[in-house]
């Protein structure tokens, strides 16, 4: 079966514009997570989906990231009038919701702001 | 927020060395997973630990997680360049959460 899939690979954007990220996770995968990975950092984890319940935002950098999740499977990522340090790779991933399986991830969407 | 601290950040070794990586806690891991990256890639799952003392092995990679579940080793016997790429750890803040933070990596580079 198919991996977790990412699309675009790589976004190149001009400053102030609106992108849109999107993931299509692993069938049957009922939680998702959306994490970012600047250059020479580590994984920031940005927000979790659980099923039905109330996504987990918690880690959404400012209020010009959004994420939804239609139908309980694929995810778009927003980001609003874009600013140079919004480059990163943004990973998502899915997993089982329960306590031991682990997080599966895309390959990821390179952004680059310019 | 918990951090999880990992050591060395870079590391090259000639082909067939062994070597440890290791990954730390200030406070207990409910959860203790290992992944690996290629340049442009996702994270491959290697391992995941749970229990105290609890070790696994996959071909020649071994993962440790002390008594304490504060500290876990990656450990690779006869290092070859396809072992090559950054080793993150991550951890779930609590027991029964999934979202995992990670570590900043530890990046090897395997000399042929």
């Known amino acids: 079966g198919a991996g977790v899939s990412q699309s675009p690979s790589n976004k190149v954007t001009e400053k102030g514009k609106d992108v849109e990220l999107r993931c299509d996770p692993i069938s049957g995968h009922t939680a998702l997570y959306w994490y970012r990975q600047s250059l020479g950092q580590g994984l920031e984890f940005l927000i979790y989906f659980q099923g039905n319940s109330a996504p987990d935002k918690s880690g959404l950098p400012s209020d010009r990231f959004s994420a939804e999740r239609t139908g309980g499977s694929v995810s778009t990522l927003t980001i609003q009038r874009t600013q140079q340090e919004d480059s990163a790779v943004y990973l998502c991933?899915?997993?089982?919701?329960?306590?031991?399986?682990?997080?599966?991830f895309g390959n990821g969407t390179r952004l680059t702001v310019t | 927020s918990q951090e999880l601290e990992q050591s060395p950040q870079s590391l090259i070794v000639q082909e067939g060395k062994n070597l440890t990586i290791n990954c730390t806690s200030s406070?207990?891991?409910?959860?203790l997973y290992w992944y690996k990256q290629k340049y442009g890639e996702g994270l491959i799952f290697l391992m995941m630990l749970q229990k105290g003392g609890e070790e696994k092995s996959h071909e020649k990679i071994t993962a440790k997680l002390d008594e304490k579940k504060q500290q876990s080793s990656l450990h690779i016997t006869a290092s070859q360049p396809s072992h090559a790429g950054i080793y993150l750890c991550g951890a779930a803040p609590q027991t029964g959460a999934n979202n995992l933070f990670f570590g900043t990596g530890t990046r090897l580079t395997v000399i042929p």
């Open positions: 991933a899915s997993s089982i919701l329960d306590r031991v399986s682990p997080l599966h």
């Open positions: 406070k207990t891991l409910y959860g």
